[in-house]
């Protein structure tokens, strides 16, 4: 499915009808991007690869290079208001620019292969196109002049200020070259992550309400409703605290490995269940701190993924060291939640 | 950036000084700024910023600059690890709030 970008115009060059595409959002781009987030149909979310013009292009205009992720693509046009530029838009699979650069999609052969299909060299006079800064790892630029004669420069990092970025003379600040990984920029991204584990969550719901009912006198539905109601509302917060809370407050927690936060999460989520008094006894209280700890410990630490300055040799060493740890404390926190099942609130001689 | 510093001495990043020509490319593409060109050198002033990205050793025309590059994903390493497969990326939000 390819997403049709509203009230397409088209300009005429060399004979050829090229799309145009609006600065402006509608609504049902928006819409669209919500969608995305919440991770609904995100990996069809496409525009269809190729060249499109922005404003009234001629042949010494910029040319811009994008991802055919629509995510990304509305990011990008919705900045470039007033400005008369080319836009090649590669087919990176729907994924957008830093990622697809980083498997590759997003690279020299596929800006090289481009730069032929849509002929290019009879669109414009110069021989220079401006390519994300992010699209980097995936790109060599002298390559790229190797093989077709394109300059490669690379623009800013933010699309925000490409239309700057031009007018300095194709020169980007320190600060437009610097990635940045904002509050705003952290807080769409939890939505993903509070859906990309969801179906675990229920699962572990519908197992404490069953296993909830157990007790020394034997099994009551009574309690299974009593006591799983109190424990998925433990786990809901476990798993806020690590997809979420985490997240968001991720520079102010202590520690630089996502798991330390992530657990920092979790032992004051517990610290706080535990004064609401929903974690039960003495033994469930720890089984549930330790349970607690882990999610949120676990969860926040696949937020490295989404992050923007953690290095695939920093995770697997925070996963050697963080992965068992977690493991051991949820087997415990779950072996010690069972026994409660048996011991807490029933004791008798 | 503050309070968004990741582990200390765990990247691969090296870099060749004597194969180093200046260019800057390193120092161009780099998101955090872990490359400076002194004289016609490139330095690198931040090496623990670092995120492995793999985008100066790509652009290095002379190859000075070696780095095992990849995406430093805790899913995508689980995965590895416990299916020997890798995942699609249709995981995650992706880092690509308003990036051009």
Redesign the interface.
Known sequence: MVEKTDSLSFITCNNRRIPRVPTELVFADRLGGWKA?W?IN??KYLVEPGLYAVGNPDADSVV?V?AN?K??FD??RK?LSGLDAWLMVLDTKG?????A???GTFGTDEIVRRIELVKLEKIVNHRRIIV???A???????EVKKRCGFSVV?????????IAFIEAGMKAT?AM?????SL??RL??T???FV?GAKYLVFSVALLFILAGLSAAGYSSDLAVKNGVRSAVNLLAAYLGGTVVGPVL???LPG???SFKGCFVGVVVGVVLMLLKLTGGRLETIAWVLLVAAVASFAT???????????????????RVA?PLQVIAAVLGAGMWVASRFADGTIRI | MKGQEYLKNAVTLELDADKCTGCGMCATVCPHRVFEIEGKRAVIVDRDACMECGACGRNCPVEAITVRSGVGCAVAVLTRLLRGSEITCDCCGGPHNGTF
Not at chain 1, 136 to 142: I, L
Not at chain 1, 154 to 162: E, N
Not at chain 1, 177 to 181: A, G, H, I, K, L
């Open positions: 987030r991770g995100r990996m811009l994008s992720y995510l990304s990011a990008l900045q994924v957008n620019v830093w990622c650069a980083g498997k994300p800064q992010l980097a790892p995936g790109v060599a630029a002298h690379y623009g800013p990092v933010r699309a925000a200020d490409i320190e070259r610097r990635v940045r990984f705003h920029d769409v991204l939505p993903m992550e990309m991720l520079p102010w630089r490995s996502f630490m696949n937020f490295t993924g989404a992050s923007t300055y953690t290095s695939l040799s920093g995770v697997k060493k925070e996963v992965l």
